[in-house]
């Protein structure tokens, strides 16, 4: 497509003379607004899309893609539902559960926290859980005992083998009036799975010891069910109601989590737009350098055409002049966006011990570190846009350029 006389020209105009500094300069600030942009977009990209995989993993981790609710109270005869729901085509589980708001003192601290009763089996199923248990934590989950998020239980103040005492607003009737339950629990361990969400709010209790602290012997407040796909979760909804004849309600992850959803993706679609305006800025700046240095080598333009050189030859040489700051200004964004957001968690910390300053606080941002998903779809479109762009911003100068008449050109030379 481009000769080698073109690129030799083309080349050879990218490196200014003295006198033609003010022109490399400008080129200069292109090539590394055009960077700055395209490693701004395929780290934000990066860091929204790993947002949003380790909310929704976490958040279905612990909660599930679909809860069963009973018509009214809790459910009861909630086995043969469960596997009912268990042989139905994509799903993976239905588990039982007990959930109910409690308040958690020990010594002088207290705090408001979510019981969730499980079975033993059924917690070990919970990969995100099980897997991030403090030791012996299954050995000693039995009877009067809970298992407490550690940020729970530093919030406390209560270790291992210490108590801690629940307090239910579901009460007890006596003559006095209603009675808040009051249990004491030993705590057989911790759990931390890097959402401060779970970890400073869910106590994990036995099933039994559930039904009996909240009176609801032979029940469950849910089953809590698994699908093989979450992101077709409305056609399971379907599935399981047809199969249940009505005789539940349904609510699943994305009727409970939606407005949050949502939001980041608005947040995402809008940072993307807004990045993408560093690299249309960096585009016009290509865009005037080019002018620049076709009115500057108008005489040179002059002499290649009486020498026999083409308007399409002269075109070629200044967009591939053009197209070349937007290229390298590209490549060198893609390098310096995919190893940032590769390796943020380990900047942040870098910067951190320097600064001294928490610059990731998990009470604000719900996560204990940054998360970074790239994805090659989108690193590819930013990347292609950017070439777009440069490209686009090169044809009206070289245009311009080829459209240079070499007799006007040379008659005040």
Do not use: C
């Not at 000769?3 to 033609?20: H, T, V």
């Not at 361990?189 to 969400?197: A, H, K, P, R, S």
């Not at 099933?207 to 399971?236: G, H, W």
């Not at 993307?272 to 800025?281: A, D």
């Amino acid at each position: 497509m481009f000769g080698a006389l073109e690129r030799m020209i083309a080349f050879r105009y990218l490196r200014a003379r003295r006198q033609e500094g003010f022109i490399s300069v400008i080129a200069i600030f292109s090539l590394t607004g055009i960077a700055l942009g395209v490693a701004t977009l395929i780290v934000v990209l990066a860091v929204m899309n790993g947002f949003r995989a380790e909310l929704l993993g976490r958040i279905l981790g612990v909660n599930g893609h679909m809860n069963v609710y009973a018509l009214q109270g809790p459910l009861t005869d909630y086995e043969p539902l469960a596997e009912q729901i268990k042989n139905l085509p994509g799903i993976v589980s239905a588990t039982p559960i007990i959930e109910g708001q409690v308040m958690a003192t020990a010594g002088a601290q207290a705090s408001g926290a979510m019981v969730r009763g499980l079975a033993a089996d059924d917690l070990k199923a919970q990969k995100l859980i099980s897997e991030h248990l403090s030791p012996d934590a299954f050995t000693n989950f039995n009877g009067n005992s809970v298992i407490l998020g550690s940020r729970l239980a530093e919030k406390l103040g209560v270790r291992i083998g210490g108590t801690v005492t629940l307090i239910s607003p579901q009460g007890s009737a006596t003559v006095f009036g209603t009675v808040p339950r009051i249990k004491t629990y030993k705590l057989a361990g911790t759990f931390n799975v890097g959402m401060f969400e779970f970890d400073n709010s869910i106590i994990i209790m036995p099933m039994d010891t559930a039904q009996t602290f909240f009176n609801i012997d032979k029940a469950v407040t849910s089953l809590e069910v698994m699908v093989a796909d979450p992101d077709k979760i409305r056609s399971y909804d379907l599935e399981v109601y047809n199969a249940l004849a009505g005789k539940a309600k349904i609510y699943d992850w994305q009727q409970s989590n939606l407005s949050f959803f949502n939001a980041v993706q608005i947040e995402r679609n809008v940072m993307f737009l807004i990045l993408t305006l560093i690299i249309l800025v960096a585009a016009f700046n290509i865009v005037s350098s080019m002018i620049m240095m076709v009115k500057d080598k108008g005489r040179d333009i002059a002499i290649l055409r009486t020498m026999g050189a083409k308007r399409g030859s002269i075109l070629r040489i200044f967009i591939l002049a053009g197209a070349s700051v937007g290229v390298i200004g590209t490549v060198i964004g893609f390098v310096l966006g995919v190893e940032f957001a590769l390796h943020i968690e380990a900047i942040r910390r870098f910067i951190q011990a320097i600064i001294g300053t928490d610059l990731f606080s998990a009470e604000i941002y719900f996560l204990t570190q940054i998360p970074a998903r790239v994805d090659p779809w989108e690193v590819g479109t930013v990347v292609g846009m950017a070439f777009g762009l440069s490209l686009l911003a090169t044809i009206y100068p070289a245009w311009r350029a080829a459209k240079l008449d070499p007799v006007e050109a040379l008659r005040y030379e």
